[in-house]
């Protein structure tokens, strides 16, 4: 029913008309009717009546349709405390969190009086936007009102420091942590969050084996955080064991989930999850997210599968950046140079929709054209960088340049380019410098680098180039050379990681080391290893291995 049917004119200007127009808030259903409902708020002269608007801004707060709201908002003249939380709480939560602090700023100015849930939502909006120092200055003022720390505004703090990045910040956390008489499942996971935010992922792991209740954030927490830490297998043990507690999962989790099975090649419990969401989101009626669908094409291209990687890409109804990024990244790494780049210039022509390149993205393109020896095609994109797209080279955008020079042979221009980068070479963009000498087997500038590298270099980060060193030494059989080097590699005390590669057997991750005796089926991996060398030598294989070549 239309709202100008549903108000009665003789109500007009009534007490009876203030509450028919609240009745009808809460009932609304559509940006239309509340838009009408609002009209009536105006002719009817209750644009002050703080209790009315507040149901008003409500569903424009919740929707982000905070341009509206702000407008409303600001024609009050006297906002009563809970209006102020009201509009602090809908841009704490949204893209524009600096806007809650500043919201919080002038209401302090104001006759309304700030409570426990203003300071909460501003709180949380100096955590979404990084506003350590403010959340710091704001923390101050709500002890001197100890009256106001609650349960929610402790919350909020413990969050506010696990979220900051500093190394101390997960300290503060856990002193307020600490300090709480009552805690919920919420404080615990901020805390859990916070502890793999700083990197110390066995402390996060004893947070949750002591917490009282655990809801699907915290094991959502545990498997993002061992993945993003590097314990992709731990990850998976963890998501198999929430299946035998049968805490259901949801798609969030499953994309972390997806990140662990990208890295470690687990594609049997990738495919799985990818038709079990599929045959769920049939069945309930719900969309498959954005991030779920970015997932699967990382994981499909980091398994090899890059037909299926694309398959998830073109049936996606909305992609964002991220989308076309994990796109253009999956066929550069697979080799698929001129798919990468088309689908990079596709992805130009959706910039209407609010898709642009990023760092990422570039990076991606370079790495392309690296890898398939477009050298031009790769100085234009670089040199396009800013001024097509905004995007400031960073170092890595150098070393993907510096290395599709190398691989030319172009090592005067990529010597040059080192030389005149806004920022000190790392050693990816050495690296990459000694890894074009190695194709090219240019001995004189690869022995300049390394020793560069040695001296920048802790010993075992150093290896691997030392290890190049040599066998390059060897290539030219320059031998008084490697045993210098090797002598070199001795007395520093350098040594090489071994050769470490993961295969997937039914449903299992299998390590594999060079040299490595220790696996169960050792017998049976070096006796089928032998017949793949005999097959491949009887296909005119022969391995290029230098005589004195060092082999770790």
């Known amino acids: 029913m239309p709202a100008e049917e549903s108000v009665p004119a003789k109500q007009r200007g009534s007490r009876a008309l203030q509450q028919r127009l609240f009745s009808l808030l809460q009932s609304c259903k559509s940006v239309k009717q509340l838009t009408q409902i609002h009209a009536h708020i105006i002719t009817n002269g209750f644009t002050q009546k703080n209790f009315i608007l507040v149901r008003l801004l409500s569903p424009f707060l919740t929707s982000y349709s905070l341009k509206y709201a702000d407008q409303v908002f600001h024609q009050v003249q006297s906002p009563s405390t809970t209006l102020w939380n009201q509009i602090i709480r809908g841009h704490a939560r949204s893209e524009t969190p600096q806007k809650s602090v500043e919201l919080f700023n002038q209401m302090e100015k104001s006759t309304a009086v700030p409570d426990g849930y203003t300071y909460s939502y501003v709180l949380i909006g100096c955590a979404k936007g990084g506003f350590f120092t403010v959340g710091q200055q704001v923390h101050g003022k709500i002890l001197k009102r100890r009256s106001l720390l609650n349960v929610f505004v402790q919350t909020n703090l413990v969050n506010l420091y696990s979220t900051t990045g500093r190394e101390y910040g997960i300290d503060d956390a856990r002193k307020v942590f600490d300090e709480m008489m009552e ?130 890409f073109e049936g996606m109804p909305r992609r964002n950046s991220v989308s076309w990024t994990s796109m253009i990244t999956g066929f550069a790494k697979q080799g698929y140079a001129h798919e990468a780049l088309t689908i990079f210039q596709q992805m130009g022509s959706w910039g209407g929709n609010g898709v642009r390149p990023d760092e990422i993205t570039l990076l991606g393109v370079l790495f392309a054209c690296s890898h398939a020896g477009y050298v031009n095609e790769g100085y234009r994109y670089f040199r396009c960088m800013k001024e097509t797209w905004g995007v400031e080279p960073r170092i890595e955008h150098y070393g993907c340049m510096v290395d599709i020079l190398s691989r030319a042979g172009l090592f005067a221009e990529a010597v040059a380019l080192v030389e005149t980068m806004p920022m000190k070479p790392n050693e990816a963009v050495w690296g990459a410098l000694l890894g074009g000498c190695k194709i090219h087997k240019n001995v004189r500038l690869a022995s300049s680098v390394a020793q560069k590298l040695a001296l920048e270099l802790e010993p075992d980060r150093a290896a691997g180039y030392f290890v190049l060193l040599s066998n390059l030494y060897a290539t030219d059989k320059r031998w008084q050379d490697v045993v210098v080097t090797r002598q070199k590699m001795f007395w520093m005390g350098v040594k090489k990681p071994p050769g470490q590669s993961k295969i997937e057997a039914d449903g299992v991750i299998h390590n594999f080391l060079a040299s490595d005796l220790s696996h169960t089926h050792t017998c049976s991996v070096y006796e089928m290893l032998g017949q793949l060398t005999s097959q491949a030598k009887l296909q005119g294989y022969s391995p290029s291995i230098s005589e004195g070549e060092l082999i770790v």
């Open 183 to 312: 805690k919920n499942v919420v404080t615990w996971n901020s805390l859990l969050f916070g502890y793999f935010r700083n990197g110390d992922v066995d402390k996060a792991l004893k947070i949750f084996d002591e917490m009282p209740d655990k809801n699907v954030v915290s094991w959502t927490t545990v498997i993002a955080g061992c993945t993003q830490n590097g314990r992709c297998q731990q990850a998976l043990a963890w998501f198999r064991l929430m299946q035998r507690c049968n805490v259901e999962f949801d798609q969030v989790t499953l994309v972390s989930v997806l990140s662990a099975c990208a890295e470690l090649g687990a594609l049997d419990l990738g495919k799985w999850i990818h038709s079990s969401v599929v045959e769920s989101s049939q069945f309930r009626n719900e969309p498959v997210l954005v991030s779920f669908n970015n997932a699967l094409i990382h994981m499909y291209s980091s398994c090899g599968k890059i037909e299926e990687a694309y398959k998830v």
